[in-house]
């Protein structure tokens, strides 16, 4: 599904933010990428997409990434970008979800038709014909998501899915995240939610590949994660509260 | 008009600009009745054209203050209303003005019934370049990514400069960059956004409302109309039919 070969890249003028990250991803993969601020995630996600020129070879759908099959692969990608306000630019969320599929060639009955559906999944049917740039940041984020699942590809990279929602809508993501047939690479600080959605994770520190193992293996590992500027997932760590005054 | 077919309006407003245009630029009453479309058009609207002058408060003197030297350089006297004599170029800043103003007026009325997307829509079935439309298009949107940075960012400033009138001088430089800086990345991002969902030059218009029959009454009512005010001089007819 996806391959990476030996991949750097550096953006002009700064240190490698990806140096030598080679691994393969088969077909129905849910991935976890971890890694601290800066570690270099979203570079990854940008090189899987080909958004950027890296050096080394990089393998998607059974397709070389590189200028002529670019359109090819990417029909088959899906990526929730880390800002939502990056993301969407047609005027109205129905617009922006039928977008994507419309230029793909299906009919916008059709495209309509699917929306529809993705938005009754998420429960936000309430959002469908609201202004893109008059939302509440977690609306954004539901929305922006709900325009990736709209696409139905084949291999979903996300990135920090769960940031800015509350708890009940990041469990309805979770939950369909956990419905969802398709690859995934999820790019995330919300450990608990890699450990439920995913049965694989990287770990990333300063660009190179430092953990891939099963999820439960690697987010177990105390040492392995505080090494690289992470903490236990709270379920495993137990839930730690402020420590305050004891009540009289 | 607001249940006119946007392709109706469109090409009635642009063919309402041709209009005003072309009249000669001393034949001030024969323009003066273009006046009554927009007005009309104003009414049937719901939108006052208060509304429309407001808006337009920024460029209106601009487009007025185009015909401005004109009396210094056309200075024969055309006709006398009492002692006083006007001069060609006083009558041509006048219709000049005038054509400005109503142009204005008709090209406001337009956007303000019709979304843009309706606009770029009806101009590709008028097979204007795609290239024109999807610039336009983006130009909006952009607009208000670059609005957008601009809020942002003063509030962040004005939080951390509290009780200070504008920006200070000193920070306009790194402002401005700032501005730029950023504004281009999210350009890109959202860009690139839309190469990834398979943007290939083209947008894809929602069906819009298609002219019904009524529409198409009124869309030929008006266009005759509109070419009668331009091949008569209405007002001269009228006067001679009652003198
Ligand atoms: N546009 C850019 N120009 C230059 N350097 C950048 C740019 N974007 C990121 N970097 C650098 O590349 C490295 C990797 O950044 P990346 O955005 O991939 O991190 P990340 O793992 O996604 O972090 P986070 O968890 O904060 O999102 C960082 O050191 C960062 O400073
Ligand atoms: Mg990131």
Redesign the interface.
């Given at each position: 599904m996806l391959d990476f070969n030996n991949v750097t890249y550096s953006y002009p003028g700064g240190e490698p933010a990806l140096n030598g990250i080679s691994f393969h991803i088969s077909d129905g993969e849910q991935i976890g990428l971890i890694g601290a601020n800066g570690a270099g995630k979203s570079t990854l996600m940008k090189a899987a997409?080909g958004?950027i020129g890296v050096q080394g070879t990089i393998t998607a759908c059974g397709l070389q990434m590189n200028k002529q099959n670019l359109?090819q692969i990417?029909?088959h990608?899906g990526?929730v970008?880390q800002?939502s306000?990056?993301?969407m630019?047609m005027?109205t969320v129905i617009?922006d979800m039928i977008?994507?599929p419309?230029?793909?060639g299906m009919s916008?009955e059709e495209a309509e038709k699917v929306a529809d559906k993705t938005l009754a999944q998420l429960g936000m049917e309430h959002l469908r014909d609201r202004h893109n740039?008059r939302m509440s940041g977690g609306e954004k984020r539901m929305a922006a998501i709900a325009?990736i699942l709209a696409?139905e590809p084949k291999l979903m990279l996300m990135d920090e899915p769960s940031a800015a929602l509350d708890p009940r809508n990041r469990r309805i993501l979770i939950d369909m995240l956990n419905q969802l047939p398709v690859t995934k690479i999820i790019a995330s600080h919300d450990l608990d939610m890699i450990l439920e959605t995913c049965d694989r994770v990287i770990l990333i520190n300063d660009g190179q590949i430092v953990a891939d193992g099963d999820t439960l293996t690697v987010l177990s590992n105390k040492t392995l994660l505080e090494n690289n500027n992470l903490e236990l997932p709270f379920c495993l760590a137990g839930i730690p509260m402020k420590k305050r005054p004891k009540m009289q | 008009m607001h249940r006119l077919a946007p392709l109706a309006k469109l090409l009635l407003t642009m063919l309402y600009i041709l209009v005003t245009v072309s009249f000669n630029k001393y034949d001030i009453t024969g323009l003066f009745v273009m006046v009554l479309f927009p007005v009309v058009g104003y009414q049937f609207s719901f939108i006052p054209i208060r509304t429309c002058f407001y808006k337009l408060r920024i460029v209106m003197p601009l487009v007025c203050a185009v015909g401005l030297f004109n009396p210094f350089f056309d200075k024969n006297i055309l006709f006398y209303v009492g002692n006083i004599g006007f001069s060609g170029g006083v009558i041509s800043m006048v219709t000049l003005m005038m054509k400005g103003i109503f142009c204005l007026m008709a090209s406001f009325l337009l956007v303000a019934t019709t979304?843009i997307?309706e606009i770029c829509r009806a101009l590709r079935q008028l097979h204007f370049p795609k290239m024109l439309t999807s610039l336009l298009l983006l130009t909006y949107?952009y607009i208000?990514v670059l609005l957008?940075e601009v809020s942002v960012m003063t509030v962040a400033y004005h939080l951390r400069a509290p009780g200070q009138k504008g920006i200070h001088v000193s920070a306009w430089g790194s402002f401005l960059g700032q501005l730029i800086l950023r504004s281009m990345d999210?350009a890109e991002?959202?860009y690139?956004?839309?190469?990834?969902?398979?943007?290939?030059g083209e947008f894809?218009y929602?069906?819009g409302r298609n002219s019904s029959r009524h529409g198409a009454i009124v869309f030929i009512c008006c266009a005759i109309l509109i070419m009668l005010v331009r091949l008569y001089n209405l007002p001269a007819i009228l006067t001679s039919l009652f003198i």
């Open positions: 997409l958004l359109s990417r029909k990608l990526y970008l800002n306000d990056n993301q630019f005027p617009e977008f994507g419309v230029n793909y916008r740039h325009t696409m | 979304r997307e949107r208000s957008d999210r991002n959202l690139d956004s839309m190469l990834l969902r398979g943007f290939h894809t929602a069906e």
